[in-house]
């Protein structure tokens, strides 16, 4: 059974307005949520980018939903920092806060002017910032040196209960690194065989918890608009890696999806105006044994995706009780 969520596009609405959606979807049915975490939108048509950490506080007032949010620490965030943002929240909503931690993107880090490092350096300062994260949730005075430094950090209020941590991956090997030190993972896109040898890759190796999916969806009423959605908000979210991880700038994702096709959109983004469509996706995704699904409706109106969902989809799925 699975546990299905609401994702938190901060990159495409007025924090205002995304905290009335979150409201409206727990209203709706949703069980839970999470929260993107970004300095800037992918695209200049997405317009966006709040500050995540103050607008969780906001949501997990305002609702009474379990919430987790992908955080990148090591350049735009010091570890510390992030480990005392995580330790007040979880202090503050026991047992309703967790953090998917992953190596980030140029297009909100290169903001230090520090330079955006290779693939397997941010590897390393990730788990760098996990060992940090780890021992400043714990209680511990910590001292480090290396891709990230600390100097004698100590938080002072902590959870009761520590938080899980949750490895990002997009890829396998991604996926059994993060095994190594994970509490869960969370993944992203509805390609069947590639999440399957992402999720496999982390069982494999040992991982443990629960396994999490983000999925892409369009929907309106009518078919045209469900695809105008998707092309309009999400065509420069459709690259691989390493562009979309070395790209600065939402104008230069404009200008290297001037040519992305709606075809190649629909690879990214499941679009559909029938909700029954939408329901037998859910439930097929599901099959391949994830915890939690968050759903990501790409446009910048929500109120009728979740209604529809709400009312049509949700009780068409298979939903854990707990």
Avoid at 285 to 290: Q, R
Avoid at 298 to 312: C, L, M
Wanted: hydrophobic share 45%.
């Amino acid at each position: 059974m699975t546990r299905y969520g609401f994702h938190a596009s901060h990159e495409q609405l007025h924090p205002s307005d995304l905290l009335d959606a979150v409201v409206r979807a727990e209203e709706a049915g949703f069980a839970a949520a999470m929260s993107s975490d970004h300095f800037a939108p992918w695209s200049t048509r997405q317009g966006h980018s709040a500050f995540a950490w103050s607008w969780l506080g906001a949501a997990l007032q305002a609702t009474g939903l379990p919430f987790g949010v992908v955080n990148a620490p090591g350049q735009r965030y010091h570890p510390a920092i992030i480990a005392q943002a995580i330790g007040t929240l979880a202090a503050m909503y026991p047992g309703r806060f967790w953090a998917a931690l992953g190596t980030g993107e140029a297009s909100n880090e290169h903001i230090t002017g520090t330079g955006w490092p290779r693939k397997d350096q941010r590897t390393q300062r990730l788990r760098e910032c996990v060992d940090v994260i780890r021992a400043l949730l714990a209680g511990e005075e910590v001292n480090h040196e290396g891709l990230v430094n600390v100097d004698r950090a100590r938080l002072w209020t902590r959870p009761d209960t520590v938080p899980a941590l949750i490895g990002a991956a997009v890829s396998p090997a991604t996926a059994a690194w993060c095994a190594s030190w994970a509490d869960g993972l969370i993944t992203v896109g509805h390609d069947r065989e590639q999440l399957r040898r992402v999720v496999d890759a982390y069982q494999d190796a040992g991982g443990a918890g629960k396994v999490c999916l983000q999925v892409h969806l369009s929907y309106a009423e009518d078919e045209a608009e469900a695809e105008t959605i998707a092309y309009e908000q999400w065509r420069t979210n459709v690259f691989a890696p390493p562009l979309c991880w070395d790209l600065e700038l939402p104008e230069l994702f404009d200008q290297a999806a001037e040519h992305v096709s709606l075809e190649t959109v629909r690879k990214a983004v499941l679009v559909s105006s029938d909700l029954g469509r939408h329901a037998s996706w859910l439930n097929d995704l599901a099959g391949l044994g994830f915890d939690e699904i968050y759903l990501h409706h790409v446009g910048q109106r929500q109120p009728e995706f979740i209604d529809a969902f709400g009312e049509k989809v949700l009780p068409q799925l298979e939903i854990t009780q707990s």
